[in-house]
T-cell receptor, first 113, second 119 residues
Framework: GENVEQHPSTLSVQEGDSAVIKCTYS??????FPWYKQELGKRPQLIID?????GEKKDQRIAVTLNKTAKHFSLHITETQPEDSAVYFC????????????FGEGTQLTVNP | DGGITQSPKYLFRKEGQNVTLSCEQN?????MYWYRQDPGQGLRLIYY???????QKGDIAEGYSVSREKKESFPLTVTSAQKNPTAFYLC??????????????????FGPGTRLTVL
């Protein structure tokens, strides 16, 4: 089955700096890659996703890049703010074979004011 | 967020007891899922269901059971066979998109979670 590895497990940045979180996946047939943000004590919420027919997607300060050949994808947050502090999870799935998401183990991002 | 609910928010269980966690959605979503979250780990899939009266085991199904008698409901029972049940349990749902005969699934929406503690 699919295996997703996520790095780093913790990341601390100064407000205004950029943050990058990286994930690798094992199944070359995976074609859907969402990123979720989970604030302390709350439910995960989708912040951005990418499908394998594109290499990059951007939404304001958040961007995701995908390298299908190397089987890795990354989350980029620019101009970080204290409210970006949370745990971020990447995930991968093969949409057409059902809806199973395999999650990475999460990155605790701390943005210091 | 209000479209998928879980109850109770906190649940305490004595060893040897079965407990059932509720998950309800009014989003008309086809698929529903149960995940377990432990500190420092990602979300691990317990069971999922793509249609009513059908469900599949996830990666850690041992000691758990589910039913899907209604589209909007997907309860999870934690049985006494689950040796380490203390965790945060998250339910999710997603809509199934039919594209030219191929089924695909969109974003998963999560409930607020149930924190289960074994006493």
């Amino acid at each position: 089955g699919e295996n997703v590895e996520q790095h780093p497990s913790t990341l601390s940045v100064q407000e205004g700096d950029s943050a990058v979180i990286k994930c690798t996946y094992s199944d070359s047939a995976s074609n859907y890659f969402p990123w979720y943000k989970q604030e302390l004590g709350k439910r995960p919420q989708l912040i951005i996703d990418i499908r394998s027919n594109v290499g990059e997607k951007k939404d304001q300060r958040i961007a995701v890049t995908l390298n299908k050949t190397a089987k890795h994808f990354s989350l980029h947050i620019t101009e970080t703010q204290p409210e970006d502090s949370a745990v971020y999870f990447c995930a991968a799935s093969k949409e057409t074979s059902g809806s199973r998401l395999t999650f990475g183990e999460g990155t605790q991002l701390t943005v210091n004011p | 967020d209000g479209g998928i609910t879980q109850s109770p928010k906190y649940l305490f269980r004595k060893e040897g007891q079965n407990v059932t966690l509720s998950c309800e959605q009014n989003l008309n979503h086809d698929a529903m899922y149960w995940y377990r979250q432990d500190p420092g780990q990602g979300l691990r899939l317990i069971y999922y269901s793509q249609i009513v009266n059908d469900f599949q085991k996830g990666d850690i199904a041992e000691g758990y059971s589910v039913s899907r008698e209604k589209k909007e409901s997907f309860p999870l029972t934690v049985t006494s066979a689950q040796k380490n049940p203390t965790a945060f349990y998250l339910c999710a749902s997603s809509i199934r998109l039919g594209l030219a005969g191929v089924s695909s699934y969109n974003e998963q929406f999560f409930g607020p979670g149930t924190r289960l503690t074994v006493l």
